[in-house]
């Protein structure tokens, strides 16, 4: 048992713990993973004999893959992975004796890790998936994360801060890319239900579960683009999508009122894609329900006044026409402060005193004037903007932050279906309307934004190529690999496998090989491997020297290289202490003479078969 | 692992046909746990732990083989052993010639434990695994475990054999009595009967004109004060009488041949001449390594 083998293991457990620091304690495979990390370490405190040690590294290479399960993000996974090399060479600490030190611990590791990696590959990337076996696990522990939350109360909200955390990302792979900064809207919860002061979603806070297996919905058309979602943990079932296109994952369900649904915990990141087309989707043409029109009637008198007038009006198109000149006709200012508005009738307080109010308000006082004015409206909460990130190489993103959560209404226009109104651009001071005027360049040129933008490049592209790679993806490769030689698939699993092993062990034999003796020596040896090709090798008992004065007269040009050569041989050879630059200066020289012998002596040598 | 064929014979190259290869209980375990990573990876859709347990799987495929290299081709042979007192660990030699770099290599003869794992670079070594011989006498040292677990633990590779090389076992150190005979009171024939008489410091025999060279405290001082002249003395050393050790015919004769085991070790440790007397056989008086490695081997086969 090598001495490093106990410090090695003691930092596994130290990398696995760091993995355990990001993990919501709420899924029950997470408590599995603390545990089993507790049982580990006490296991590895206690562990005295080879055989309990080597129990250890098992158990940590399980954790490890616990912890791939739960955080298959590109950090963590970068974490777990060095956790899995530290884990064997821990192993490999164990079998090789006192003898190595760390550094070739962790070569050899390494060395034995690469070598398997080809094997694991070809499995991974051939082997058809299996579903699981059943829905357990998904739909429990919904974390409270996030800006959006499934009621929307303005009111009681004096001041909104701002918080620059991360909420999504989408990319567009395959092409195309997102709406102008000014149309896009990624909606996520629409909120039906209102009780005067509150709005509420109507969608269930946990989808249920599908019966049986979930049926992969077909994939892309070839002339679809494909927009990939990267949603940070938010608590909701709700993920955040841009309205128009096709559920890609199974786990996506969407519902009639526009809300796409995830079945995938909302305690973890998901990843989830869907098709990108322009038309929009079902959703707008679903008629309103008489919930659309609810309205506590009494709450905000002078609202109710406003509305009354418009109500005579003929059409809900020109409804909505005088609304919106209205709204610009009134002095209203968007601010993050607005103070806190009373519990009896806030709604007017909003529109006729203060004026003053960030999209909640606006979303809020708008819709109930549509529906006090006999519109179909409902609020609908979910992301405006984002920042376009181009990272260098890869494909670009939009990335959206909490603080680009926002609220807008949606109105039902007879013969257009749901039409999205946005009040809050009405207002001064509107933050999206002053960044389209300014372009996006605005926020975040330090140089830690830049990196952390890289950073979210190269972990969409982990999402996009890794995350991604699924059942149908496998199906896909199988496809383009074999196609309909299906049937030959174990075949040419069993020979991939055979190949790659055979491929490992010539390797690993070859690295074993390559260091061993004098590096002078090996070096000599090769220099002479490149004579012998051309039939002159050293007879036995010949010196070096006079081997060279035998070459010399073969190949006269050579005399220059093939002294210079000899000489130092000669001198590093029979040095009193050999040095580093004379190896150096060996291998240099022996370049120089083979490539001379490459280079000078074939010219020469068709001269000599021409007059033989 | 301990079960397959023994091999005979002074040497002996490992090969397909003499080397076995299983995977130990963690290699069980290793499979155990591959299998849980699979039905993990699998539930939870994960590419992570899907990629973990292929991962896992190919190193134990490539283990099987990593580990069945570590002996595949490794040529061993006896040394030639030098000879050892039973009831102590007897070092007995091993040559290996390993064509590769051989990782983890544990060596055990007879029901010894095992000893450390040796990691060997190519070329000849010569190791020596320790036994603990029966009693006195030639032994072979019985059936030696050549195995390795290495890289990873998860396969034992064993191969087993019986090295051909008797190694001489003298009779146990056991501090008892033992019978002296008289030195030179039974003088064999054809040897000197008297060890020569040597020059030594014991007694003052005569004197002899002083040198340079000579110590000042061998002056004759009475004399130079005498005015007659600059002496040396010469002293003269008596030849101790070598004692002739027998067993003790109290005893049985393993016990005894115990104590006179003990009784040349001491004398020899001490410089001392000594002879030997055994049924059948004796050695005259003498000293230094050969005489006393002469005399043990008498004891050791002593019928």
Not at chain 1, 204 to 212: D, E, I, M, Y
Request: hydrophobic fraction near 40%.
């Amino acid at each position: 048992m090598s001495r490093a083998a106990a410090p090695l293991q003691w930092l596994t457990m130290g990398l696995l713990a760091v993995g355990l620091l990001g993990l919501s304690p709420a899924l029950s495979l997470s408590l599995l993973a603390f545990g089993l990390a507790v049982l580990t370490a006490l296991k590895l405190r206690e562990a005295r004999s080879l055989e309990e040690r080597r129990l250890v590294a098992l158990l940590q290479l399980v954790g490890a893959g616990l912890l791939a399960a739960l955080r298959p993000e590109l950090g963590p996974s970068l974490l777990q992975g060095l956790a899995i090399l530290l884990a064997l060479a821990g192993l490999l600490a164990l079998e090789l004796g006192a003898g190595p030190d760390w550094k070739a611990l962790m070569r050899r590791s390494l060395q034995v890790l690469l070598a398997a990696l080809p094997i694991a590959l070809v499995l991974f990337l051939l082997l058809p998936r299996l579903m699981p076996f059943s829905n357990l696990g998904t739909g429990q522990g919904m974390g409270v994360m996030t800006g959006l939350s499934d009621s929307m109360e303005p009111g009681s909200i004096a001041r909104l801060s701002v918080s620059r955390a991360a909420a999504a990302r989408v990319a567009f792979p395959l092409g195309g890319g997102p709406p102008p900064l000014g149309q896009r809207f990624w909606r996520v919860l629409v909120h039906q239900r209102f009780d005067g002061r509150r709005w509420r979603s109507t969608a269930p806070p946990l989808p249920r579960p599908a019966a049986g297996q979930p049926t992969p919905p077909p994939p892309a058309a070839p002339g679809e683009g494909i927009q990939l979602w990267l949603v940070e943990p938010s608590g909701l079932a709700a993920v955040p999508w841009s309205g128009a296109g096709r559920p890609l994952s199974p786990d996506l369900t969407l519902q009639r009122s526009g809300e796409l649904l995830n079945r995938a915990p909302g305690s973890q990141r998901r990843v989830y894609a869907l098709t990108q087309t322009a038309d929009p989707g079902d959703w707008r043409s679903q008629p309103p329900g008489p919930i659309d029109l609810v309205l506590p009637r009494g709450e905000n008198p002078r609202l109710e006044a406003l509305a009354a007038e418009w109500r005579r009006l003929g059409s809900d198109r020109q409804r909505l026409n005088a609304a919106g000149s209205w709204f610009r006709s009134q002095p209203f200012r968007y601010t993050l402060e607005p103070g806190a508005l009373p519990r009896q009738a806030p709604l007017d307080r909003f529109l006729f005193e203060t004026r003053l109010g960030f999209c909640g308000h606006y979303a809020s006082a708008f819709t109930t004037l549509m529906r006090a004015a006999g519109v179909p409206a409902r609020v609908v909460s979910g992301y405006r903007g984002g920042q376009w990130v181009q990272p260098v190489g890869g494909s670009g993103y939009v990335d959206l932050r909490q603080a680009d959560a926002h609220a807008w209404s949606e109105v039902w226009l007879q013969g257009e279906g749901w039409q999205r109104v946005d009040p809050t651009a009405w207002a001064d001071g509107d933050p999206l309307a002053s960044a389209v005027t300014t372009s996006e360049t605005a926020t975040g040129t330090a140089p830690w934004d830049w990196l952390q933008r890289q950073w979210w490049g190269l972990d969409i592209a982990w999402a996009r190529w890794w995350l991604g790679y699924d059942s149908e993806q496998q199906q896909a490769l199988v496809q383009r690999l074999l196609g309909d030689q299906r049937h030959l698939l174990g075949l040419v699993v069993l020979l991939a496998v055979a190949i790659s092993l055979a491929a490992s062990l010539g390797g690993l034999g070859w690295l074993g090989r390559r260091r061993s003796g004098d590096p002078l020596r090996l070096e000599l040896e090769h220099t002479l491997r490149a004579f012998a090709r051309h039939g002159l090798a050293p007879q036995a008992g010949e010196t070096l020297p006079v081997f060279a004065q035998r070459l010399m007269q073969r190949w006269p040009a050579l005399a220059g290289p093939l002294n210079a050569y000899v000489a130092n041989y000669q001198r590093q050879r029979f040095a009193s202490t050999p040095s580093r630059t004379g190896r150096r200066q060996a291998q240099r020289l022996g370049r120089a003479l083979r490539r001379s012998l490459r280079t000078g002596n074939l010219p020469k040598e068709a001269v000599q078969r021409e007059h033989p | 692992m301990d079960f397959g064929r023994p091999q005979q014979g002074e040497r002996v190259r490992l090969r397909m046909r003499n080397l076995y290869i299983l995977p130990t209980r963690f290699g069980w375990l290793w499979l155990a746990g591959t299998v849980l990573l699979q039905v993990i990876g699998v539930q939870m859709q994960s590419n992570g732990t899907l990629l973990l347990s292929f991962l896992m799987l190919s190193l134990f495929l490539l283990t099987l083989h990593l580990t069945h290299f570590n002996l595949q081709g490794v040529e061993l042979g006896c040394g030639a052993p030098a000879p050892g007192f039973a009831g102590d660990p007897v070092p007995y030699p091993i040559r290996l010639r390993c064509p590769g770099r051989s990782e983890g290599v544990r060596l055990r003869l007879g029901g010894e434990a095992a000893g450390p794992p040796l990691s060997l670079p190519p070329g000849e070594h010569e190791l020596t695994v320790a036994w603990r011989p029966p009693g006195r006498g030639w032994h072979q040292p019985g059936l030696l475990r050549v195995q390795t677990t290495a890289p990873l633990g998860l396969f034992c590779c064993w191969s087993r054999w019986y090295p051909g090389a008797a190694q001489l076992i003298y009779p146990a150190r056991r501090a008892g009595p033992v019978r002296l005979l008289a030195g030179g009171s039974a003088p064999l024939a054809g040897e000197p009967a008297v060890a020569s008489r040597q020059d030594g410091s014991d007694d003052w025999r005569d004197l002899a004109p002083h040198r340079p060279q000579d110590s000042p405290s061998r002056l004759a001082w009475k004399l130079l004060a005498q005015g007659r002249g600059e002496y040396a003395k010469r002293f003269l050393d008596q030849p101790e009488t070598a004692p002739r050790l027998a067993p003790d015919p109290g005893l049985p004769l393993e016990v005894a041949l115990e104590h006179l085991s003990e009784r040349i070790w001491n004398y020899h440790g001490r410089g001392l001449s000594y002879g030997l007397e055994l049924s059948g056989q004796s050695v005259a008086p003498g000293r230094g390594l050969a005489h006393r490695d002469q005399c043990l081997a008498a004891l050791a086969c002593c019928r």
